[in-house]
């Protein structure tokens, strides 16, 4: 019964290196989302998706990219890390178009980037 | 712009007495609201729902209050246990396709 799979849990990266973080899902949904939590900030959303092959910008979406080539799978690439990239990072799926169905949250994955 | 603001980063509630998170918000086009709780180490999980053709909502120990008229939510607790200490977010749908969150409120319950 695994849910919504993130990988890995923690990265530590330098500045200007590039990485995917990996989100799964085994519920069939067909809306994933990414978030990242900073402290004072709440949780702010960066890209999502609404079903295969199609994918939107969220609120923060600068610096990150995303596919969706699967119903399974959503990735989150960092393209150039920076500093402020320096996060908690959540994926997230839901059985319903995105905002009004309950949302399942992965257990995160924490990024520093020195 | 925070569209869902909560202002308490924390609050500390004794054991079995009633915990009242808060939540406002700014677009009145909202029209339905949600609560997460969230440990630390974890993901946030569901916790209960209003939409705004209600002004209460209860499951269990757990009330949500919308009053439409102020743009503000609450959560009740009651009554507060150990376990009920994490972190609350309370969110709304910002369009169709995005939910957006308010900051969190750190709950504490004081055994």
């Known amino acids: 019964n695994a849910g919504v799979t993130q990988t890995p849990k923690f990265q530590v990266l330098k500045t200007g290196q590039s990485m995917t973080l990996q989100c799964a899902q085994d519920?069939?949904?067909?809306?994933m989302s990414w978030y990242r939590q900073d402290p004072g900030m709440g949780l702010r959303l960066i890209h999502y998706?609404?079903?295969?092959?199609?994918?939107d910008q969220g609120e923060v979406p600068n610096g990150y990219n995303v596919s969706r080539s699967t119903t399974e799978d959503f990735p989150l690439r960092l393209l150039s890390a920076a500093p402020s990239q320096t996060s908690v990072y959540f994926c997230?799926?839901?059985?319903?178009?995105?905002?009004?169905?309950?949302?399942?949250f992965g257990e995160g994955s924490r990024l520093t980037v020195l | 712009d925070q569209q869902v603001k909560q202002n308490s980063p924390s609050l500390s509630v004794q054991e079995g007495r009633i915990s009242i998170l808060n939540c406002d918000y700014t677009?009145?086009?909202?029209?339905?609201f949600l609560w997460y709780k969230k440990y630390p180490a974890e993901g946030p999980t569901f916790l209960i729902s209003?939409?705004?053709?209600?002004d209460k909502n209860e499951d269990g120990r757990f009330t949500v209050f919308l009053n439409k008229s102020a743009k503000h939510l609450s959560l009740h607790i009651v009554p507060s246990q150990p376990g009920d200490s994490a972190v609350y977010f309370c969110?709304?749908?910002?369009?169709?396709?995005?939910?957006?969150f308010g900051t969190g409120t750190r709950l504490t319950i004081i055994p």
């Open positions: 677009n009145s086009m909202f029209d339905y």
């Open positions: 969110a709304s749908p910002f369009g169709n396709e995005k939910l957006t």
């Open positions: 209003i939409s705004s053709i209600k």
């Open positions: 519920m069939n949904h067909e809306y």
């Open positions: 998706s609404v079903g295969a092959g199609i994918t």
């Open positions: 997230a799926s839901s059985y319903l178009t995105g905002a009004t169905g309950e949302l399942f």
